[in-house]
């Protein structure tokens, strides 16, 4: 699934030349982007595994978001959804 600014795009089509000729392939694809279901998008979380203290090996790991137990070899918390990524974003440790 990709994101789109469909506000952008349904811009993009009434300003075409097909659109604007009145082509009704047009009309009926900008009507399909302004009917479009929505989704509520969350911003990415951003976390890293963290070695547990009394952890043995490097498949006792946490989740630095919420905690929950992982391996090194996810890029993403199963329980959260957090981009293993070292817990940057935007040049801001989180």
């Known amino acids: ?9 349904e811009k993009a089509m009434y300003g075409s030349n097909f659109y604007g000729d009145g082509c009704a392939a047009a009309t009926h694809y900008a009507d399909c982007v302004r009917n479009a279901p929505t989704i ?12 547990r203290p009394s952890g043995w090996s490097a498949y006792d790991c946490v989740c630095s978001k919420c905690g929950e137990s992982g391996t090194p070899d996810y890029k993403y918390c199963h329980n959260c959804g957090a981009r293993m990524d070292g817990g940057i974003s935007d040049g801001i440790n989180e």
Not at 40 to 51: D, K, L, Q, S, T
């Open 40 to 51: 509520e998008a969350e911003p990415v979380r951003h976390g890293y595994w963290a070695i």
């Open 1 to 9: 699934m990709r994101l789109i600014d469909a506000d952008a795009l």
